[in-house]
């Protein structure tokens, strides 16, 4: 329990990005991540746990999104920690505890 909260200090305390998806006809929450540099650390994360397609769905979503920076704040070893399948859960409660149905 102590890592999770650890983690979600690390990233409460870091930089984050809105990212946010309001229209059909715009690119997904997902796209515009991939996109970004600074969230390619994301990126990997939405997909270690599956939730891709979800992003990519109808919204609108906005989504905190922590950049690079908060990932590379985490204790060592933390974030390869959660990047394995065996913590796909966890991971997924993490991540999504960074969305908002909605726009802002």
Excluded: R, W
Aim: proline share 5%; with cysteine.
């Amino acid at each position: 329990m102590s890592k999770f909260l650890s983690f979600s200090l690390a990233l409460g305390l870091m930089v984050s990005v809105m990212v946010s998806c309001t229209t059909p006809n715009t690119k997904t929450i997902v796209d515009q991540a991939v996109e970004n540099t600074d969230l390619s650390t994301l990126v990997a994360a939405i997909q270690a746990a599956g939730l891709s397609e979800t992003l990519s769905g109808e919204g609108p979503f906005t989504v905190f999104a922590p950049t690079n920076a908060a990932f590379e704040a985490l204790p060592e070893g933390l974030l390869e920690t959660l990047l394995k399948p065996e913590s796909k859960e966890l991971l997924t409660s993490i991540l999504t505890y960074h969305v908002v149905a909605g726009k802002n």
